[in-house]
Protein backbone atom coordinates (compact mmCIF):
# COMPACT_ATOMS: atom_id res chain seq x y z
CA UNK A 1 0.00 0.00 0.00
CA UNK A 2 0.94 3.67 -0.85
CA UNK A 3 -0.45 6.73 1.22
CA UNK A 4 -0.92 9.93 -0.36
CA UNK A 5 -1.68 13.20 1.52
CA UNK A 6 -2.24 16.39 -0.52
CA UNK A 7 -1.58 19.49 0.74
CA UNK A 8 -0.99 23.47 -0.55
CA UNK A 9 -4.58 23.96 -2.09
CA UNK A 10 -6.81 27.26 -0.64
CA UNK A 11 -8.21 30.31 -2.20
CA UNK A 12 -5.90 32.40 -5.07
CA UNK A 13 -7.22 35.68 -7.07
CA UNK A 14 -6.64 35.06 -11.36
CA UNK A 15 -2.91 35.10 -12.06
CA UNK A 16 -1.82 34.13 -8.61
CA UNK A 17 0.58 30.96 -7.71
CA UNK A 18 0.15 28.02 -5.29
CA UNK A 19 2.38 25.23 -4.44
CA UNK A 20 0.47 21.48 -3.97
CA UNK A 21 2.70 18.86 -2.24
CA UNK A 22 2.02 15.61 -1.71
CA UNK A 23 3.46 13.67 1.01
CA UNK A 24 3.98 9.73 0.79
CA UNK A 25 4.79 6.81 2.91
CA UNK A 26 4.31 3.18 2.31
CA UNK A 27 5.95 1.29 -0.65
CA UNK A 28 9.23 2.58 -2.12
CA UNK A 29 8.47 5.85 -3.63
CA UNK A 30 11.08 5.52 -6.22
CA UNK A 31 9.37 2.61 -7.85
CA UNK A 32 6.13 4.84 -8.79
CA UNK A 33 5.99 7.15 -11.26
CA UNK A 34 4.10 9.90 -9.21
CA UNK A 35 1.05 12.54 -11.35
CA UNK A 36 -1.73 15.26 -10.70
CA UNK A 37 -5.24 14.62 -11.29
CA UNK A 38 -8.37 17.05 -11.04
CA UNK A 39 -11.93 17.33 -11.33
CA UNK A 40 -13.74 20.02 -11.03
CA UNK A 41 -17.86 20.48 -9.69
CA UNK A 42 -20.15 18.13 -12.22
CA UNK A 43 -16.82 17.08 -14.37
CA UNK A 44 -14.93 13.95 -14.89
CA UNK A 45 -11.37 13.68 -13.91
CA UNK A 46 -8.78 14.92 -15.75
CA UNK A 47 -5.16 14.36 -15.92
CA UNK A 48 -2.77 17.03 -15.35
CA UNK A 49 0.97 16.08 -14.75
CA UNK A 50 3.02 13.24 -14.38
CA UNK A 51 6.70 12.90 -13.62
CA UNK A 52 8.97 9.75 -14.52
CA UNK A 53 10.68 7.53 -11.98
CA UNK A 54 14.09 9.36 -12.12
CA UNK A 55 12.16 12.76 -12.27
CA UNK A 56 13.91 13.47 -15.86
CA UNK A 57 10.93 12.96 -18.21
CA UNK A 58 7.70 15.12 -17.61
CA UNK A 59 4.41 15.16 -19.21
CA UNK A 60 1.31 17.96 -18.87
CA UNK A 61 -2.42 18.50 -20.18
CA UNK A 62 -2.38 21.24 -22.82
CA UNK A 63 -4.58 23.45 -20.63
CA UNK A 64 -1.80 23.94 -18.38
CA UNK A 65 1.30 23.23 -20.38
CA UNK A 66 3.42 26.16 -19.47
CA UNK A 67 2.07 27.19 -16.47
CA UNK A 68 2.01 24.34 -14.42
CA UNK A 69 5.45 22.08 -13.12
CA UNK A 70 5.83 19.01 -11.83
CA UNK A 71 8.31 18.11 -9.68
CA UNK A 72 9.61 15.45 -7.19
CA UNK A 73 11.79 14.68 -4.45
CA UNK A 74 13.20 11.39 -3.28
CA UNK A 75 14.79 12.05 -0.64
CA UNK A 76 11.78 13.36 1.16
CA UNK A 77 9.35 10.92 -1.04
CA UNK A 78 7.15 13.87 -1.73
CA UNK A 79 5.93 15.94 -5.34
CA UNK A 80 4.73 18.84 -5.81
CA UNK A 81 2.74 20.72 -8.49
CA UNK A 82 3.90 24.36 -8.96
CA UNK A 83 0.85 26.17 -10.47
CA UNK A 84 1.60 29.97 -11.87
CA UNK A 85 -0.48 32.19 -13.87
CA UNK A 86 -4.03 30.40 -12.22
CA UNK A 87 -7.08 30.83 -14.17
CA UNK A 88 -10.52 30.65 -12.63
CA UNK A 89 -11.24 27.43 -15.06
CA UNK A 90 -8.23 25.77 -13.29
CA UNK A 91 -10.75 25.28 -10.29
CA UNK A 92 -10.80 21.74 -8.90
CA UNK A 93 -10.11 18.85 -6.11
CA UNK A 94 -6.36 17.99 -6.95
CA UNK A 95 -5.51 14.94 -6.36
CA UNK A 96 -2.09 13.10 -5.83
CA UNK A 97 -1.31 9.74 -8.06
CA UNK A 98 1.21 6.91 -8.06
CA UNK A 99 1.39 4.21 -10.75
CA UNK A 100 3.60 1.58 -10.71
CA UNK A 101 5.88 0.71 -13.23
CA UNK A 102 7.18 3.25 -15.79
CA UNK A 103 4.45 4.62 -17.66
CA UNK A 104 3.87 8.26 -17.99
CA UNK A 105 0.26 7.44 -19.79
CA UNK A 106 -2.89 10.01 -18.61
CA UNK A 107 -5.06 7.34 -18.36
CA UNK A 108 -6.77 7.51 -15.49
CA UNK A 109 -7.46 3.97 -15.06
CA UNK A 110 -3.58 2.84 -14.47
CA UNK A 111 -2.94 4.82 -11.26
CA UNK A 112 -2.58 2.56 -8.33
CA UNK A 113 -3.39 5.02 -5.43
CA UNK A 114 -4.89 8.45 -4.84
CA UNK A 115 -4.85 10.86 -2.58
CA UNK A 116 -7.82 12.24 -1.02
CA UNK A 117 -7.40 15.59 -2.44
CA UNK A 118 -7.06 18.85 -1.95
CA UNK A 119 -9.54 21.96 -3.25
CA UNK A 120 -7.93 25.08 -5.04
CA UNK A 121 -10.27 27.56 -5.81
CA UNK A 122 -9.02 30.46 -8.10
CA UNK A 123 -11.58 33.84 -8.12
CA UNK A 124 -11.58 35.76 -11.26
Known amino acids: QVQLVESGGGLVQAGGSLRLSCATS????????MGWFRQAPGLERQFVAV????????SYADSVKGRFTISRDDAKSTVSLQMNGLKAEDTAVYYC?????????????????WGKGTLVTVSS
Open 51 to 58: ISRSGGRT
Open 26 to 33: GRTFSNYV
Open 97 to 113: AARFGYSLSADISGVDY
